[in-house]
């Protein structure tokens, strides 16, 4: 592709990103599927380009507003070269030329755009501190009571490339050292995770999905914060568990391992798509204790014969997903105030659903990828203030049983609930809290 070219693909992938649900990650895939002709260093410069725009999305609208016109996905592909230093004014200019295969040639007024931007720096002395870190207005007045004169940080670290993070599967019982070299011998360097006793961590993003060791369902690709909060449901053999926001099944192939192929597994989902997902990550992984169920929303009447039946419950309930921001950078800007709002009254719902699934003495697990108080300390409290038979667990107990004990390192927190950040933890942010039910 020419450069001109490439430039005009990037506009592409932006409006289609901007006018779907979907994110960024899978319009990018579906938007090269039918591009065969791009080559692969085609597709990794537009990939990269089309990252660098939305990590700096808030930063470069920000400039586009000072210049008094109104961002959009090719204004930001223009501002993008002229902040990325891509050439001279004229040579931009040129890849903006009418011909076949490129964007049309720039207006008077994106002229005048690219002339006042060619002489500036992305990051200005007069931007707001949000800005700079790329977090909404709206989001920055949340977390600044919990972060703080930290928050400036805390937010830089959820816009940085996430780590490439791997899970082995417990079930093979593996050898994490071994494990290691094996990689090394298909060119993937890793290293221990710090806290999972499963993990490994490479720096980059690899590709693995074709190795004998993906396809043989020994590693699977999960974040380290992830795998803690599946160990802390404290899955064991002969077990009944539930998963009651199972998605596509990575937190339940922890807890299937660690039940080794015993008691029962019953993954739940709204999604008929995210459970075929899971079914194919299951069949790869070796379980057969796990039953995938489909529900209408957390008040089916199915799971009215399912209360008090399980040990243990994990909710990884839906929310704005800010903890993830690493890995779904465009997540930032698909939420509003308004949303938090519905958010929250749906974790409500689903927790007070969930509570009635948990045998007496049983447990139920509490994990979001939010770093909000209200979808994670607030909905706890909110949820024990409607149910007196349950209680708070200590999670550096749950966590030194779970955890510690298995290899994994030391609990990073002597709190009630536990909180994980990029910034501290190298992991997506997380919250997870364990709950027990009275036996009464």
Same mark, same amino acid.
């Given at each position: ?55 700096? #999305?808030?930063?470069?609208?920000? &400039?586009?507003?000072? @210049? $008094? ?17 891509? $050439? ?49 207005? &709206? ?18 670290? @959820? ?74 449901? $404290?899955?064991?053999?002969? !077990? ?19 039940? #080794? ?71 930032? @800007? ?8 519905? !958010? ?54 749950? &966590? ?41």
């Amino acid at each position: 592709m020419t450069p001109s070219a490439r430039v005009n693909a990037t506009i592409e992938i932006l409006e289609k990103a901007r006018d779907s649900n979907f994110n960024i990650d899978k319009v990018i895939l579906s938007y090269f599927r039918k591009r065969r002709f791009a080559g692969s260093k085609d597709r990794a410069f537009i990939t990269e380009r089309v990252y660098y725009l939305i990590r700096n #999305q808030i930063k470069i609208n920000w &400039w586009l507003k000072k @210049l $008094g016109v109104e961002a959009s996905p090719r204004l930001r592909v223009l501002a993008g070269l002229a902040f990325s230093n891509e $050439g001279s004014k004229e040579e931009i200019e040129n890849l903006f030329s009418d011909r076949q295969h490129s964007a049309s040639e720039l207006t008077d007024v994106e002229r005048e755009i690219l002339k006042q931007l060619e002489s500036k720096a992305l990051v200005a002395e007069e931007m707001p501190d949000n800005i700079k870190s790329e977090c909404p207005d &709206w989001i920055a007045e949340k977390l600044q009571p919990i972060y703080k004169t930290e928050l400036k940080s805390y937010m830089e670290a @959820l816009n940085r490339e996430a780590s490439f993070d791997l899970r082995l599967n417990i079930l093979k019982r593996p050898d994490r050292e071994r494990a290691q070299r094996s990689l090394e011998k298909q060119g993937i360097l890793t290293e221990l995770m710090p806290y999972s006793p499963f993990g490994l961590r490479a720096q980059t993003r690899q590709r693995i999905n074709g190795t004998k060791f993906f396809k043989s369902g020994l590693v699977e690709i999960q974040d380290e914060g992830a795998q803690l909060a599946a160990l802390l449901v $404290g899955a064991a053999p002969g !077990m009944q568990v539930a998963d009651f926001c199972a998605g596509s099944g990575g937190k339940t192939l922890v807890m299937g391992g660690l039940m #080794q192929n015993t008691g029962r597994i019953v993954a739940m989902d709204v999604s008929q798509k995210r459970l075929e997902q899971a079914g194919i990550r299951i069949s790869r992984g070796g379980l057969h204790n796990v039953e995938r169920k489909l529900i209408n929303d957390e008040n089916d009447k199915k799971l009215k014969r399912l209360a008090k039946k399980f040990d243990r419950v994990l909710v990884d309930a839906p929310c704005t997903g800010i903890g993830t921001w690493r890995r779904d950078p465009d997540t930032r @800007l698909r939420y509003s105030a308004a949303d938090l709002e519905n !958010m929250i009254s749906l974790q409500d719902q689903i927790l007070t659903s969930a509570a009635r699934l948990t045998k007496p003495g049983g447990r139920l697990i509490y994990v979001t990828c939010s770093l909000f108080l209200e979808e994670n300390e607030d909905r706890i409290a909110a949820l024990l203030s409607r149910r007196k038979d349950y209680e708070m667990l200590p999670i550096s107990e749950i &966590w030194s049983q779970e955890i510690t004990a298995r290899g994994g390192g030391a609990c990073p927190t002597e709190s009630d609930v536990l909180r994980l950040t990029p910034k501290e933890h190298n992991t997506d942010g997380f919250f997870a809290a364990v709950l027990q039910r009275s036996m009464n």
